[in-house]
């Protein structure tokens, strides 16, 4: 029987097939690491308060980045190149969401709108982060290779969604209400066409690797299809709602180092 657990558990048991799927994920979670660390030094003087939080979300992602590397290696296979067609985050940016790769690598400050902007792409992209982690989660928890790495992630990739709702929150109470939900439905509706986009082309992969038949790879893509279907209809709306977390201060302490959960 297809499922998602039985996918997944496809992809882990063969040597390539995870080899990519820890590639692709150590390869985004490190972008992420240095975009949030550029923007933390890049904070404008008037929002300086939220760069050690920005500094902490920066530092989880490089975290996860390593553990996905480490996990490689416990497995002695060296990571493998990305395919460009599954880069998520490059292929975000070239979609022009977020802030720019070629903005983050100059030393001009930041502005209150580019902050704006960086939490409402944040708030989108951690909703499908928390989502995709929340699955492994309660599937492979307990398993004896990945567990205690996917418990973690999942608990940080949820402590960054919260962060975002409480930010997002304070800065619409200033006046910014409008502007937020604007960018966070251009956001949300660019996301599901490149999530819809790298799904397939993993999946292809995927498919490549581990032989599967033209009926069960249609399916697949069926399915990948019929969700974005879901998302573009009414889906999206998910990642567009505000609500105070029950996390407050999510990332308002040091992050938690990955040799804890080796």
Known sequence: MLSAKTLFQEILDNDESYR?????????????GWENARIAALVPE????????????GADEDKHGRIFNALLKKRGLPPVEVPPETDYTMLLEQQGIGLAHSRLRGEER??????????AHSRITEQRASEQMQLLRRYFADHPDIGRAVKMISNDEDN?????????LALAREGHGRTIQRIMRECALAEIRVYRDVSLAVMANMGRILG???????VLAAGIHAVYAYER??????????????????LGSPAVPEHEYA
């Open 233 to 250: 209809l009414v889906g999206w709306r998910r990642m567009v709602t505000l609500e105070m977390p029950e996390r407050r201060n999510a």
């Open 20 to 32: 990519l799927f820890c590639s692709i994920a150590a390869s985004g979670e490190a972008q992420g």
């Open 46 to 57: 008037g929002r300086r308060e939220l760069a050690p939080r920005i500094v902490r979300h």
């Open 212 to 218: 599967w038949s033209r009926p069960r790879a249609a």
């Open 110 to 119: 930041l502005t209150e709108r580019d902050i704006i902007t960086y939490l």
């Open 160 to 168: 960054h969604l919260a962060y975002c709702h409480e930010e997002l």
